[in-house]
């Protein structure tokens, strides 16, 4: 029985780049008069467990807001390659001198504090390789977090050799069951919404997360993913605003909004 907490530094790891392929500058586009970069960060300021928050950016020169929006905030930047996803997170992760890695990436401003904090005290607390809130997703999409340590991250990147794996970070590991024991955290009922999508890919998505914060950050500004998920049944036209919108999320995670849909249509 594994009943000894995991000691060591956490660090939070946040994926950024101004050069996205479907919405160029999104992480620095505004709600509340801020950029949502800066709105992530606040939430994941709230996480109790995280020793520093780091953001994994690039080399380019059209990176360079988000580095200079780093200094003006506080917070520790790195600069690394544009592709390699996996090597730029890992280098992020040893620059601060990081024994566990928190992954979130830019394009999930909306993420909950109390989740991601549930979720490293089941990494921290129990017996596995990594813990993840999705494979498969239970919570709105846009609430992804995954936790893992620096010395498994650098195995995937000494062992990783396709271009999934380089690109998205935990790959390598999440893809090997067998090898490596994961743990989920699952939704509870309450908030077991995988039809809903809060990830910032579109316009659309932009418009309808505007809409959360401007609605609910000036009331309070730590609002939670079960604020979210009642503010957007008690005016369910805004689902419509990127209901339209062809993701390219992994297949579990589309089979997950599907499957939550069904469950929806029959319980009208």
């Known amino acids: 029985m594994f009943n000894k907490k995991k000691e060591g530094k956490v660090v939070a790891t946040v994926e950024c780049r101004m050069r996205a392929r479907r919405l ?31 953001l994994a950016t690039t ?4 990176d360079n807001p988000i580095v200079e929006l780093a200094e003006k905030i506080g917070i520790r930047y790195f600069c690394g390659s544009e592709s390699d996803v996996l090597s730029r997170v890992l280098a992020a992760a040893r620059s601060v001198e990081a024994d566990f890695i928190v992954e979130v990436t830019g394009d999930c401003p909306l993420l909950d504090p109390e989740i991601t904090s549930q979720l490293i005290d089941l990494y921290l607390y129990n017996e596995c390789d990594f813990a993840s809130t999705g494979d498969p997703f239970s919570y709105p999409i846009g609430m992804d977090v995954g936790v893992f340590s620096t010395e498994l991250l650098a195995l995937a990147d000494r062992e990783g050799k396709t271009n999934d794996d380089r690109e998205h970070v935990s790959w390598y590991f999440r893809h090997q069951p ?32 505007r809409t959360i914060f401007e609605h609910l950050y000036p009331v309070n500004p730590v609002f939670s993913c079960y604020d979210i998920i009642k503010f957007l049944d008690e005016n369910p036209e805004l689902l419509d605003i990127n209901a339209k919108i062809v993701r390219t999320e992994p297949y579990d995670v589309v089979l997950a909004m599907q499957e939550q849909i069904i469950i929806n249509q029959k319980n009208k």
């Open 24 to 54: 160029p500058g999104k992480v620095l586009m505004s709600a509340c008069g801020k950029p949502m970069l800066e709105l992530q960060v606040e939430r994941l300021k709230r996480v109790r467990q995280l020793d520093c928050i780091i």
């Open 59 to 62: 080399k380019e020169e059209s």
């Open 178 to 209: 067998d090898r490596f024991r994961k743990l989920h955290l699952h939704a509870p009922p309450s908030l077991q919404r995988p039809d809903i999508s809060l990830t910032l890919d579109e316009k659309e998505d932009y418009k309808l997360i």
